[in-house]
């Protein structure tokens, strides 16, 4: 079956600039995951939606990301005045539910902020 | 904080047993141990969990001692196609940076 898709695979953008970053999950996973990973590091956690249960936002370095999931399954990751030290491999993953359960990573966004 | 403590790298050679340690002092009683792999440009993928004592796999086993302060992942007769990082879990969401294992011929 389909795995996690994100789009785009890669983006470039100026300074400044706003970049929204789309996750389409597994069918039927209830919960979903975003992380940023700069080159060579780890993953960090950044948001965590779980069915209709208010997010878990604990992660987001700043008020400039966003997150939201519409209808329970396709999620936008918004990154609004980019700075260069949001240059990142951007991840999502979905599980079935709940923090314990396995996650199932898609392919990541790379986003570069010139 | 829900930190692992994990060797940042290892070196083997194909067909060896590797063993990688992770150490998590604080971990909560409904904390579980997860080991996620990762190649380069690629998302982590699972690789197995456990609460304690031991569990197996078709790809690895895991060991979890009875007071479950640490945790040794087992990769038995490794493979070139095994270098990648290998992440310890001790609750989702926490990654850490890894373990970098590479296996040589």
């Known amino acids: 079956g389909a795995g996690v898709s994100q789009s785009p695979s890669n983006k470039v953008t100026e300074k400044g600039k706003d970049v929204e970053l789309r996750c389409d999950p597994i069918?039927?996973?209830?919960?979903l995951y975003w992380y940023r990973q700069s080159l060579g590091q780890g993953l960090e956690f950044l948001i965590y939606?779980?069915?209709?249960?208010?997010?878990?936002k604990s992660g987001l370095p700043s008020d400039r990301f966003s997150a939201e999931r519409t209808g329970g399954s396709v999620s936008t990751l918004t990154i609004q005045r980019t700075q260069q030290e949001d240059s990142a491999v951007y991840l999502c993953?979905?599980?079935?539910?709940?923090?314990?359960?396995?996650?199932?990573f898609g392919p990541g966004t790379r986003l570069t902020v010139l | 904080l829900a930190k692992t403590t994990q060797p940042i790298s290892m070196d083997s050679y194909e067909g060896q047993e590797v063993n990688i340690t992770c150490s998590h002092n604080?971990?909560?009683?409904?904390?579980?141990i997860t080991w996620y792999q990762q190649f380069p440009s690629q998302g982590p993928r699972f690789i197995i969990q456990g609460y304690k004592t031991k569990v197996t796999n078709e790809v690895a086993s895991l060991f979890i001692p009875a007071d479950r302060k640490s945790s040794t992942l087992s990769l038995p007769r490794v493979s070139l196609s095994d270098t990648a990082v290998y992440y310890c879990?001790?609750?989702?969401?926490?990654f850490g940076s890894g373990t970098r294992l590479q296996v040589q011929p």
């Open positions: 069918s039927g996973h209830t919960a």
């Open positions: 993953a979905s599980s079935l539910a709940g923090v314990n359960n396995e996650q199932f």
């Open positions: 879990l001790r609750r989702a969401l926490t």
């Open positions: 604080n971990i909560a009683t409904n904390d579980y």
């Open positions: 939606f779980q069915g209709n249960s208010a997010p878990d």
